[in-house]
Nanobody
Framework: QVQLVESGGGSVQAGGSLRLSCAAS????????MGWFRQAPGKEREGVAAIYTGSGSTYYVDSVKGRFTISQDNAKNTVYLQMNSLKPEDPAMYYC???????????????????????WGQGTQVTVSS
């Protein structure tokens, strides 16, 4: 049974930082794609960043480039999302997702990119106060 468990959400002031974690189990972690998505109330789910676990190649959407960093600890089957310089438009429920191969990673920013991911965590809430 595949499980993705996120942690690390919380409330910070604008300009602050948070680090999200996603621990994967029951899943062939190596050689696949792990992604982070977010969904704010009344908005569609959107991709944020992805990492191909085989090579460590990373993918970001434009709105978070230079502020967010996705990384991994292969020994722990865990993916991280370091979020710096948080803005008022960043608050959302953040979801970890597992996809297949580089194609899932390449689609992180596409409108239907979420369709390329097979497994999802329960989400962790991020709140930013101005």
């Amino acid at each position: 049974q595949v499980q993705l468990v996120e942690s690390g959400g919380g409330s910070v002031q604008a300009g602050g930082s948070l680090r999200l974690s996603c621990a994967a189990s029951g899943y062939t972690y190596s050689g696949n794609c792990m992604g982070w998505f977010r969904q704010a109330p009344g908005k569609e789910r959107e991709g944020v960043a992805a990492i191909y676990t085989g090579s460590g190649s990373t993918y970001y959407v434009d709105s978070v480039k230079g502020r967010f960093t996705i990384s991994q600890d292969n020994a722990k089957n865990t993916v991280y999302l370091q979020m710096n310089s948080l803005k008022p438009e960043d608050p959302a429920m953040y979801y970890c997702a597992a996809g297949r191969g580089t194609w899932s990673c390449q689609e992180i920013g596409s409108r239907y990119g979420a369709n390329e991911y097979n497994y999802w965590g329960q989400g962790t809430q991020v709140t930013v106060s101005s």
